[in-house]
């Protein structure tokens, strides 16, 4: 499995963007999609995640009310909504992809800057 992010860039705060991460390769052995992010001299944190039926399963405290995931399934595409940004949402934002027995697949990763 391939992940291809898109979608950062430089933002003002209160704004919005839309990520997007693209999959190809085998994809049936997949059951949760997930965005991840890591800020400079932090650890990678879980932002949001997707178990299979598109059910939001998790979304981070830090974000809740301000961040939506979601997919499309016959674009093999994985979203991550984000508005009303802050300047702590500063970050690389990575998509995830973890098949059913728990291995990981990761993206590139998509640079998000929220300026004030």
């Known amino acids: 499995v391939q992940l291809v992010e898109s979608g950062g860039g430089l933002v003002q705060a209160g704004g919005s963007l839309r990520l997007s991460c693209v999959a190809s390769?085998?994809?049936?052995?997949?059951?949760?999609m997930a965005w991840y992010r890591q800020a400079p001299g932090k650890e990678r944190e879980l932002v949001a995640s997707?178990?299979?039926?598109?059910?939001?399963?998790y979304v981070a405290d830090s974000v809740k009310g301000r961040f939506t995931i979601s997919r499309d399934n016959a674009k093999n595409t994985l979203y991550l909504q984000m508005n009303s940004l802050k300047i702590e949402d500063t970050a690389v934002y990575y998509c995830?992809?973890?098949?059913?027995?728990?291995?990981?697949?990761w993206g590139q990763g998509t640079q998000v800057t929220v300026a004030s």
């Open positions: 997707s178990r299979l039926g598109g059910i939001m399963s």
């Open positions: 390769g085998s994809t049936f052995s997949i059951n949760t």
């Open positions: 995830n992809f973890r098949s059913g027995d728990n291995y990981d697949y």
